[in-house]
């Protein structure tokens, strides 16, 4: 691993794993019925019945609470394009993993960059990743060249494992400003930032997520397809969310894929609706409006 992250900035060294092969995923939407109440044509029904599952709305909701990371009461996003590099399988693979989360980015709304572009998430299928972490933590000097926080690395290197994830957030303004050095008269020097207005609804700044690297230890990839491996880390990349959720009755989610959760293959219904209802509108809003939305998308009927 730490051959591969000193490679992001020089030459690239690769991490050996055995990981089985992945198949194309297929998305299935429902068919929309007629709300308004209007006669249906002769092949429809005469009558249309509306009904609902309020005990599912409310685990949906107690899961995404659970989940979500806020930051300063925000859930982070990326802003711009992201570029993915996976590094530590046979090569071949590390580009289908590469390219899956890439359409997986695309089906969320989120922008992806050109070949050859910078990358800002990075995955590592690599042996003794929370070690790794450590040492990069105390050495420092690889870790700022990708744009990481020895904290976080360090704080990253806690969790239980197998897979463990840095992303780094950034405060902007709504419409992208940077923090910068300033006199702010009688409270001294602090950072500050110019907002062309205020908003009572929204907030004036915005969560970005920055950069992201993801570290799986290799012994847990066995058994585990490209795809698996590629949509978890696509969902633990482009949102800053915790592991499982502890949620009695709980929607599946590719979150549980270390954790023996029975045929989960690729990103469910539930995953996919929390990437759109992350990347829906605009970025600067509550984390409360933005869970929201991202139970709107898990509960609606055409969830992906």
Known sequence: MGRFLAGMVGGMGLLAATVAGAQPAVDTQASDARPDGKRQSATAPDSIVVTGNPQRKAIIKRMTSAISRPHDRQLARFDGKVCFEVGGVYAPYDRIMAERMMQDARDAGVEVGKPGCRPNIVVVLADHVQAELQRLAKEGHTASSLGLEDKALDQAAQGPGPAYVVTVTEIRSRDGRYMHPGKMGDLGDRPMMIVDDASIINPPTRQDIVTVLVGIESAATMGKTLRQLADYAALRSLADIRGTPAVAGAEPT?????????????????????????YHGPAAVTAATRMNEIVTKATHKDAP
């Open 254 to 278: 590719i979150l549980g894929l270390f954790d023996g959760s029975p045929q989960i293959t690729e990103l469910t219904s539930y995953d996919r609706a929390y990437l759109k209802g992350l």
